[in-house]
């Protein structure tokens, strides 16, 4: 079964002016893959996240057309959004609007314990969430004492703590530097491994390029393209999305030296580790 089905969706918010925010997307996120989603500022790429996840319509209204399915069920049969959290969570981009305890164990605990399990649940689900993020020894720190990337996983991690089978990320790492980057593409490789579905709005396109599936094009709120990462870098396609040019790559695929400080890869190194990316079967 697919994870989440749209048809013909589109989205116009209430206070609206021109163009609605979504129109006629058409799209199948399928159980376990990891579609990466692309396009400018104002593309749409929230607004589509937030029909996934029910945030439209139970938090969110305006006029909206088509259909979103999760699992095969419409998303207004779930009811609500705490309903809908089981099956399908988001994070958002900036980790301070997420967090809402002083202490990190209580952070991660938060959903279930509002989820209502017994107390044996919560702490198995919670400790279950720090050790896959390798966040063991963070129980007490204090949420806003961590680093931005530090944030994220947390926040990744008590979306985790749900055990939702999809998880959707709104550019959670637009407000981080490369070291928070690669922290939150750690926990995002954990969550792979763990069979869930991803969908993931991000401005990275060389990490697209190395996790996702798939990567699809929103443009003024038109679905433009969706390819499986592979071709979508090396047909050529006119997806008016630049490729990952290596030179950039030197600057993204960088390695740690002396406390944690990073040293670029040469070009040759960047080619060759990119190539190889690109040469297993898929980026992923
Ligand atoms: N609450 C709102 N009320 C009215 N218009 C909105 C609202 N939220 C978003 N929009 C408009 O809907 C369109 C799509 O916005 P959306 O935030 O989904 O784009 P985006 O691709 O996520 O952009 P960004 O990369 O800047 O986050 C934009 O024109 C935006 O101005």
Same mark, same amino acid.
């Given at each position: 079964?697919?994870?989440?089905?749209?048809? %013909?969706?589109?989205?116009?918010?209430?206070?609206?002016?021109?163009?609605?925010?979504?129109?006629?997307?058409?799209?199948?996120?399928?159980?376990?893959?990891?579609?990466?989603?692309?396009?400018? $500022?104002? @593309?749409?790429?929230?607004?589509? =996240?937030? *029909?996934?996840?029910?945030?439209?319509?139970?938090?969110?209204?305006?006029?909206? *057309?088509?259909?979103?399915?999760?699992?095969?069920?419409?998303?207004? @049969?779930?009811?609500?959004?705490? *309903? +809908?959290?089981?099956?399908?969570?988001?994070?958002?981009?900036?980790?301070?609007?997420? =967090?809402?305890? +002083?202490?990190?164990?209580?952070?991660?605990?938060?959903?279930?314990?509002?989820?209502?399990?017994?107390?044996?649940?919560?702490?198995?689900?919670?400790?279950?969430?720090?050790?896959?993020?390798?966040?063991?020894?963070?129980?007490?720190?204090?949420?806003?004492?961590?680093? !931005?990337?530090?944030?994220?996983?947390?926040?990744?991690?008590?979306?985790? /703590?749900?055990?939702? &089978?999809?998880?959707?990320?709104?550019?959670?790492?637009?407000?981080?530097?490369?070291?928070?980057?690669?922290?939150?593409?750690? @926990?995002?490789?954990?969550?792979?491994?763990?069979?869930? $579905?991803?969908?993931?709005?991000? #401005?990275?396109?060389?990490?697209?390029?190395?996790?996702? %599936?798939?990567?699809?094009?929103?443009?003024?709120?038109?679905?433009? #393209?969706?390819?499986?990462?592979?071709?979508?870098? +090396?047909? !050529?396609?006119? #997806?008016?999305?630049?490729?990952?040019?290596?030179? &950039?790559?030197? +600057?993204?695929?960088?390695?740690?030296?002396?406390?944690?400080?990073?040293?670029?890869?040469?070009?040759?190194?960047?080619?060759?580790?990119? /190539?190889?990316?690109?040469?297993?079967?898929?980026?992923?």
């Amino acid at each position: 079964m697919a994870a989440i089905e749209l048809e %013909d969706l589109s989205f116009r918010y209430r206070n609206q002016r021109g163009e609605p925010a979504l129109r006629d997307v058409s799209l199948t996120v399928e159980e376990g893959e990891f579609l990466g989603v692309v396009g400018e $500022t104002g @593309a749409g790429k929230t607004t589509l =996240l937030s *029909a996934m996840c029910g945030v439209i319509p139970f938090h969110t209204s305006g006029d909206r *057309a088509g259909t979103v399915r999760v699992k095969g069920r419409a998303v207004e @049969a779930y009811g609500s959004l705490s *309903a +809908l959290s089981s099956a399908i969570s988001m994070v958002l981009d900036s980790p301070e609007n997420q =967090l809402f305890n +002083l202490h990190v164990f209580d952070e991660v605990i938060w959903g279930p314990e509002n989820m209502g399990f017994d107390r044996e649940e919560i702490i198995e689900r919670g400790e279950r969430a720090l050790r896959l993020f390798g966040l063991e020894g963070f129980e007490d720190r204090i949420t806003y004492t961590l680093s !931005g990337g530090e944030k994220q996983k947390v926040a990744i991690a008590s979306i985790y /703590a749900l055990s939702p &089978e999809i998880i959707l990320l709104d550019e959670p790492t637009s407000q981080l530097d490369p070291i928070g980057t690669e922290m939150v593409f750690e @926990a995002i490789d954990q969550l792979i491994a763990e069979g869930v $579905t991803i969908v993931m709005a991000e #401005h990275k396109i060389e990490e697209l390029a190395k996790y996702a %599936d798939r990567i699809a094009v929103l443009r003024g709120g038109e679905l433009t #393209h969706v390819d499986e990462t592979r071709a979508f870098f +090396l047909d !050529g396609a006119d #997806h008016g999305v630049a490729p990952p040019q290596v030179t &950039e790559l030197g +600057l993204e695929l960088s390695r740690s030296g002396v406390d944690g400080f990073r040293i670029p890869l040469t070009l040759e190194e960047a080619t060759a580790e990119y /190539a190889g990316v690109l040469r297993r079967e898929g980026p992923r």
